[in-house]
């Protein structure tokens, strides 16, 4: 034992450097094997082509819609009548969204109309008692005037009462035959004013087709149609203003009625009772205007054959006033007739509606308003902030690229600058807030824009929309010369890898590349503009990397913004073309 102490002693150097050479050459060539293993190369192959390439002031903003109204209205001692929208409706400038009883408003016109003829007599009677034809003969014409404009109002009263009757409670019902099938499910809703005078049913039966749901419906009754359904999506029930949505438990062999008016209903009597009363009311009306139409104008047909003189009595010029006043009421309460329709002002999208239900008389709270909820345009804007340096360089009418990056897509939308602001947004580092007009429609549009949607920014200073481009990652710089790595050439299997995916991954195979000076034209977020170097359908590596098989480099696919250090051009590289 002591000799092999002895004996360690003696060589514990030798021992020792040894075992580090044994451990080193394990590690080196476990870890050599493994890597060989792991290890391959990437890269991701764009091909030059032909496009826009832009370049200007970037930053961020967000996307506000260009207006949005607050449905306010007074309230109303009326309850609710119709309710033609729900939350995320869209509607179109004009029309109807809620409509108020017009019962009452009936009634005050009826009574404002007597008024009216009440002082039209009078005025008759201080007429005859007047000496001057001259204002007898005014005061007739005046009078039928008045009393062909009762008749108008009183003929569009009856119209208008008769399309208020037929809309009454308009609901889908399931058909007799298919009740106990369809009971226990989604019933279609309606949207929309029934403008015809014409009573009848709707059937509407539903049936399997290639359409997009997979169902299409036809149409019968008073109107004969074949469409599509579109699950959730208004669409026309025929060409009288009404229009039908399907929900998602929608089946091949439904069918459903629409009776117009909606006699099932268990107030429809009172609602008839209501409009035979109106209507007995506004034929009376337009009866009596035309008796006094005739007496008037018998009575002004003696009146003009006899001689005039320059007479002026008082009493005629009061009774005169006082028709003009009672005319005066009679029109604010056809006014008021009119304003029990809450109509859209511009075309856009209902939110926020709360309990507003047809039936209801909304009366609470201590506000002298009642809110109907939002209605949020189908315009709008971009609003970002510029330095004070940058919003030097912009100019109203100047055009914007808007990426909305709320999408995993990011479409890109074009907008134009419509406000710039004078005043600072911070008393800090001065920003100055820009607003942009989008160019969006939302009928053809792919995607539904909405408010709070986040976007990059780029206020454009130069373009070419027929560029010559290139990936901006794709150029590197040696000694401030700007160049890219161009694709020699490709195996089968690596151009497929291409046009899968736009990377190739050489574990066995490598590409062959080489470098080609270029000349730069415009120097874009996304793409850069070559002006000569380079030919259109040419493949060049837009990025590369060689790491380890659990790592990706998909996301290298993109054209994002940004470079990474070695693509970034020196300090004294050239200015690009311009």
């Known amino acids: ?7 360690l002693k003696t060589y514990r150097w030798h021992l020792l450097a040894l075992l580090i050479f044994a451990g080193g050459s394990y590690f080196y060539l476990n870890n050599t094997s493994g890597s060989e293993e792991a290890a391959a190369s990437f890269y991701v192959v764009s091909t ?9 002031i970037e930053t961020t903003g967000e996307i506000i819609a260009a207006q949005k109204l607050d449905i306010d209205v007074y309230k109303q001692l009326s309850r609710i009548d119709t309710v033609n929208v729900t939350n995320g409706s869209h509607v179109e400038a004009g029309g109807v969204m809620f409509s108020f009883d017009k019962s009452d408003t009936y009634a005050d016109t009826r009574s404002a109309q007597v008024a009216v003829a009440e002082a039209a007599l009078n005025l008759e009677t201080e007429q005859k008692s007047s000496t001057d034809p001259n204002t007898q003969i005014r005061t007739l014409e005046n009078q039928i005037i008045g009393f062909q404009k009762t008749i108008t109002d009183a003929t569009t009263d009856l119209k208008e009462a008769y399309i208020d009757f037929l809309n009454t409670n308009l609901e889908v019902e399931p058909t007799a035959d298919r009740y106990a099938e369809q009971s226990d499910r989604s019933y279609p809703t309606l949207s929309g004013r029934y403008v015809s005078e014409v009573e009848g049913t709707y059937t509407v039966d539903v049936y399997a087709s290639g359409g997009s749901s997979g169902y299409s419906f036809r149409v019968s009754g008073l109107e004969n149609k074949v469409d599509t359904i579109i699950f959730g999506k208004a669409i026309d029930l025929g060409t009288r203003g009404l229009k039908i949505t399907f929900p998602e438990t929608s089946k091949s062999g439904d069918k459903w009625v629409i009776d117009i008016p909606n006699d099932t209903i268990a107030t429809y009597q009172e609602t008839k009772t209501d409009y035979q009363t109106t209507v007995t009311n506004l034929e009376k009306t337009i009866r009596d205007a035309q008796v006094s139409i005739e007496n008037a104008t018998t009575e002004l047909a003696t009146l003009k054959r006899t001689d005039t003189t320059t007479y002026r009595d008082l009493g005629v010029q009061q009774a005169e006033a006082s028709l003009q006043e009672a005319q ?31 039936g209801a008389t909304p009366t609470g709270g201590e506000s002298d308003t009642i809110n109907l909820g939002t209605l949020i345009s189908d315009e709008f804007l971009t609003t970002f902030s510029l330095s004070a340096t940058d919003i030097a360089k912009v100019k109203i009418g ?129 793409y850069t503009e070559i002006v000569s170097g380079v030919d259109e359908g040419d493949m060049l590596v837009t990025t590369s990397k060689t790491d380890t098989a659990t790592e990706s480099v998909v996301g290298q696919a993109g054209f994002g913004p940004g470079r990474n250090a070695s693509q970034e051009p020196p300090a004294d590289a050239p200015t690009p073309s311009e």
Do not use: C, H, W
């Open 48 to 56: 030059v082509d032909r496009g826009e390439v832009t370049s200007g």
């Open 398 to 526: 100047q055009k914007v690229k808007v990426t909305v990056t709320s999408f995993s897509e990011q479409p890109v939308f074009e907008a134009t600058i419509t406000e710039i602001s004078s005043l600072p947004e911070s008393s800090g580092v001065a920003q100055y807030e820009v607003r942009a007009k989008l160019t969006y429609d939302r009928t053809t549009a792919s995607l539904v824009l909405r408010e709070g949607m986040l976007a990059d920014i780029e206020v454009v200073e130069k373009e070419n929309p027929d560029a010559l481009r290139v990936p901006t990652s794709a150029i590197t710089y040696e000694q401030g010369v700007p160049k890219v790595t161009m694709v020699d050439s490709l195996t089968e299997e690596q151009s497929a890898q291409v046009a899968r995916m736009g990377i190739v991954r050489t574990d066995t195979t490598p590409i062959t590349t080489y470098m080609v000076e270029v000349k730069l034209g415009i120097v874009g977020q996304y």
């Open 328 to 358: 005066q009421r009679l029109s604010q309460n056809y006014d008021i007739v009119q304003e029990r329709d809450i109509v859209a002002p511009f075309s856009g999208t209902v939110e926020g509606m709360e309990n507003v239900v047809a």
């Open 1 to 7: 034992m002591t000799t092999f102490f002895t004996a």
